[in-house]
């Protein structure tokens, strides 16, 4: 339940606001669109591909699944620990394209694993061959994943299967990649180039469909696609897919995170000339220093000369004066 606030506690949003991670990300945010899932065909069994924190996991069965298998091949110990702590939960560390046959036929199929045109191309084919009646719902459709393939382990994917990639990340400012970008930090890496065959998450869910089957987009918090052949289920849908508002908010949403990623580098890149200058300045007071000690030291030696050359001149002034002086002084 949303909580507006009141006369008597106008901070109420604002409060849930900051509460709020900065990038929203999470399939946990579409908990309403799963309700409604629910609510027109029973789901008992669900395979999880891509299993982040297990929070997600825990929605499935709060809302009736009995299993949930959870898919992700290389889990983090704070994941295991969430799973074993709900035995509907069942950890499968395989990668999904392998192990999909494995797994009893799902109900719910949540694919949100690798993003890229390969991967995704050879979950969904096997899902809509294999599990007439199930439900797939995908994360990452749109951007930045939807017409260019993420790689988090490259090296799992034949070389046919892989675009030329770069650790740089793509911006809505530009059409390039940048190191200002939405960058994976060494997590993933992204293709080069956006578009053509064979490249991004939506690009293979449309090549994976047949005409019986029907893609609904969510277009929030990069893009939510359901794939279904259940008419009704695509009517209750409706006020979430393709909406306007949603797609002109999820626009603002990424420009305002991709401004914030470029001032962010952008900040960075001025502390680092700012220690560079600072450096440099700290050198060249360095130098400074020695020249003024060198100066300090010349001027002291000039001046023992000095010294010494008067010393000289007047021991000439007190020696007897010789003929060619007296000479010299007559001149």
Same mark, same amino acid.
């Given at each position: ?128 061959? $294999? ?120 626009? $603002? ?79």
């Amino acid at each position: 339940m949303n909580d507006y606030g009141t006369r008597t506690d106008p901070h109420a949003q604002a409060r849930a606001a900051r509460q709020t991670p900065l990038l929203l990300h999470s399939l946990s945010c579409f908990r309403e669109v799963f309700e409604v899932v629910y609510a027109h065909r029973p789901i008992s069994t669900v395979v999880e591909v891509g299993v982040e924190s297990g929070q997600v996991s825990g929605i499935y069965t709060e809302l009736g699944a009995r299993a949930v298998y959870c898919v992700d091949p290389a889990p983090t110990e704070s994941l295991r620990a969430a799973i074993a702590g709900n035995p509907a939960l069942h950890l499968v560390e395989e990668r999904s394209p392998d192990v999909l046959p494995d797994l009893p036929v799902a109900d719910l199929y949540v694919l949100d694993g690798d993003h890229n045109y390969a991967t995704v191309r050879a979950e969904l084919a096997w899902v809509l061959a $294999n599990a007439p009646d199930a439900v797939t719902v995908l994360h990452d459709v749109l951007w930045p994943c939807s017409r260019r393939d993420q790689y988090y382990l490259p090296s799992r994917l034949r070389p046919e299967d892989r675009h030329p990639s770069s650790s740089e990340g793509p911006t809505v400012w530009h059409d390039e990649l940048t190191r200002a970008g939405f960058v994976g930090l060494g997590a993933f890496t992204c293709a080069q180039e956006a578009g053509g065959e064979r490249n991004g998450v939506l690009t293979a869910v449309e090549d994976a469909l047949t005409e019986s089957w029907q893609l609904a987009i969510i277009p929030a918090i990069f893009g939510v696609g359901v794939v279904t052949r259940d008419e009704a289920l695509l009517d209750a849908l409706r006020p979430y897919r393709d909406s306007r508002l949603l797609y002109t908010l999820e626009n $603002n949403r990424i420009a305002l995170y991709t401004r914030l990623l470029q001032l962010q580098f952008d900040a960075v890149a001025h502390a680092e000339n700012a220690d560079a200058m600072a450096e440099t300045i700290a050198g060249q007071r360095r130098e400074l220093d020695r020249l003024a000690t060198e100066a300090a030291d010349l001027r002291a030696e000039a001046d023992e000369l000095r010294r010494q050359n008067e010393r000289l001149r007047a021991q000439l002034d007190e020696r007897p004066a010789t003929l060619a002086d007296r000479v010299l002084r007559r001149q």
